[in-house]
């Protein structure tokens, strides 16, 4: 990505956290390029319970969009349930968002995701609203929001990783930021920062340096 131009970007998270494991620091970096970005969270991640549980996963989400200055506003809940996701009820919500916001840039969990259930439903969900959501077909008498572009889709890894990434993102000035957004997610283990640590130091294969893996589901143009 370059910053050159400002873009409207959209990251599809299954659950909160994920979207911090998977491109904490390339939304950092596209946030330092000026650019505005969209978080859509489709579960709380707050493993069936509805109650102070799923608040709390709420608030922690928050904490990390002011810590990484998202704008509070521009976060979607969905509010799918955890291990019960339904695929078509999401890819209706997000070709909605998609069609508001209209991004060039859109992150969604990658296809190898499957092991969780959710990770696997979410990336079936967006990828057929992406596929949908741009043109003039499949949508509702009246609406008449204008056509667009979506020029970048990137799928990210969370827990298993890409066995051969097509795109690779230096995030060492960022990491740093990106691990103490992690952290604000108290609720869950945090342990797994060391992790996250290991595979972004994996990725850069330099040491002393991290970086974020993609695979390039689609790309108008690479330069």
């Given at each position: 990505?370059?910053?050159?131009d400002h873009?409207?970007v959209?990251?599809?998270?299954p ?14 970096h ?15 991640g707050?493993?069936?319970?509805t109650?102070n ?5 709420r608030?922690?989400?928050l ?34 968002i ?15 995701e ?7 439903a979410v990336h ?9 959501s ?9 609406d ?8 970048y ?16 993102e ?10 103490e957004a992690?952290?604000a997610?108290?609720?869950q283990n945090?342990?797994?920062?060391w ?7 994996a ?12 695979e390039?589901?689609?790309a108008?143009?690479?330069?």
């Amino acid at each position: 990505m370059n910053d050159t131009d400002h873009e409207i970007v959209l990251v599809i998270a299954p659950h909160p956290d994920d979207d911090i494991i998977g491109c904490g620091g390339s939304i950092l970096h596209h946030l330092q390029f000026g650019n505005q970005v969209f978080i859509a969270y489709i579960t709380f991640g707050d493993g069936g319970d509805t109650g102070n549980f799923q608040q709390l996963r709420r608030t922690e989400t928050l904490e990390v969009a002011r810590r990484m200055k998202v704008n509070e506003k521009n976060l979607h809940f969905l509010g799918e349930k955890v291990l019960n996701v339904n695929i078509h009820r999401t890819r209706e919500l997000l070709m909605e968002i998609l069609r508001e916001i209209q991004p060039s840039v859109v992150y969604l969990p990658y296809a190898g995701e499957t092991t969780h259930p959710d990770h696997k439903a979410v990336h079936e969900a967006a990828i057929g609203a992406i596929r949908f959501s741009p043109g003039r077909w499949f949508r509702k008498e009246g609406d008449s929001r204008p056509t667009f572009s979506i020029e970048y889709v990137l799928g990210y890894e969370i827990t298993e990783p890409i066995a051969h990434p097509s795109y690779i993102e230096d995030i060492t000035d960022v990491f740093n930021e990106k691990i103490e957004a992690l952290k604000a997610h108290s609720s869950q283990n945090t342990g797994y920062a060391w992790g996250i640590t290991g595979l972004n130091m994996a990725r850069s294969h330099k040491p002393g340096m991290y970086a974020e893996a993609f695979e390039i589901i689609r790309a108008t143009h690479l330069f």
